[in-house]
């Protein structure tokens, strides 16, 4: 058996990671600078994370959700915490877009209405439900062609408004910062008369942070720069630092009926513990100072080079826009100076490190991405 061709894959075999470095089976070593989408939030291999999780699976891997989970209790209690939403509740499954799935049937459970409104260059997703709620056509088969959804422009609360008018709109998914579509950031005065008119109008809004969350931008959630608090939030990637572990964070509004969600894998005991690591780490390092303190500087210097049309982005989520197509730039990055980094488009390169990655490394990376550009001699 071969596997399903889907990936255009660059011939790396990575086989070790440690902190923000990763190497591949003939022993070259990379700074990454990607994080693999950015789900490595704490780092590779950090060592407290391989001894929770090594703990408990000498204990337990895995049971299901007929049963008292007391590690899915204490994950809740220790996100809630240090998110700022201890007064929600949260619902665990296995990914960003399962997350996404379950957010937008939540929703219409709640107000019986179906219509979504979702924003161009929009991705939350490659399920039925998430995958029609992104804005790129060639990835939506004909089965998952019947939702009813309306893409408006980033940014634009007229288009927003005259759609919630028409009173059939469900939800509104947006991401804290479009990761795929670019690092395109919803502005906080946006965000603020966005919140307001869900409001209005009974129409829920959902916070997809799967890639802006969990510290990325120097704040928990990429939202709380403007003080809003949506219905919903959901999160994945850095959630469990590589383990597959996702989940909706969900407004007390929202009543809990037996049966109208669930799940097999999700919320198991060995991605808890996972979890439960991350959030330790997070809390004991100070991470999201780190990713604050750490992506100020990469933007300012970013923004001294010459020849780069515009440097998006908060925190350790960073998009580096050029005029023409970066994939020389990138391929020489990775096979040259040895750092991994992602594309947005084909005009933008995408930051998602480690939130451990150090003033040190930030400097490396600086001097490495010159030497690309020719602003530097090796």
């Known amino acids: 058996m071969k596997l399903f061709d889907v990936y255009p894959l660059f011939n790396i075999d990575i086989v070790k990671g440690k902190g923000c470095h990763v190497w591949d089976a003939e022993g070259n070593e990379y700074l990454d600078l990607y994080g693999g989408h950015a789900v490595i939030s704490v780092g590779h291999c950090h060592p407290y994370y391989v001894q929770k999780l090594t703990e408990q699976l000498n204990k337990l891997g895995f049971y299901s959700n007929s049963v008292i989970n007391s590690l899915q209790v204490e994950l809740a209690e220790k996100l809630g915490k240090l998110s700022g939403y201890d007064d929600y509740s949260l619902f665990l499954i296995n990914s960003g877009a399962e997350a996404n799935e379950n957010a937008l049937k939540l929703a219409s459970f709640h107000n019986h209405k179906k219509r979504v409104v979702s924003f161009k260059k929009a991705f939350h997703g490659r399920t039925s439900a998430a995958v029609k709620v992104t804005d790129n056509p060639a990835i939506i088969a004909p089965i998952n062609d019947t939702i009813p959804v309306t893409f408006v422009p ?145 933007i300012d210097e970013l923004a001294k080079l010459p020849g780069i049309k515009e440097i998006r982005g908060r925190g350790l989520m960073i998009g580096i826009e050029f005029e023409g197509s970066i994939k020389e730039i990138r391929s020489r990055l990775l096979f040259e100076e040895k750092v991994f980094t992602g594309v947005a488009g084909t005009n933008t390169i995408r930051l998602l490190p480690p939130l451990c990655l150090t003033l040190e490394e930030a400097k490396d990376f600086m001097q490495r991405f010159k030497r690309v550009l020719g602003l530097q001699n090796n």
């Open 154 to 298: 980033l940014n634009d609360i007229k288009a927003v408004e005259a759609e919630l008018q028409k009173g059939d709109v469900s939800s509104v998914i947006i991401e804290g910062i479009q990761g795929v579509g670019g690092i395109q950031q919803p502005s906080d005065l946006f965000m603020q008369e966005l919140r307001a008119l869900c409001t209005q109008y009974n129409v829920v809004l959902i916070l997809d942070e799967i890639q802006s969350g969990y510290g990325r931008t120097g704040k928990f959630f990429a939202h709380q720069y403007a003080g809003i608090k949506p219905d919903m939030i959901t999160v994945a990637k850095g959630i469990g630092n590589g383990f597959p572990l996702a989940g909706v964070l969900i407004s007390p509004e929202f009543k809990p009926v037996y049966g109208m969600l669930g799940t097999t894998f999700g919320g198991n005991h060995l991605a808890c513990a996972a979890a439960i690591a991350v959030l330790d780490i997070m809390e004991n390092e100070k991470l999201l100072d780190n990713a604050k303190t750490i992506g100020d500087y990469l």
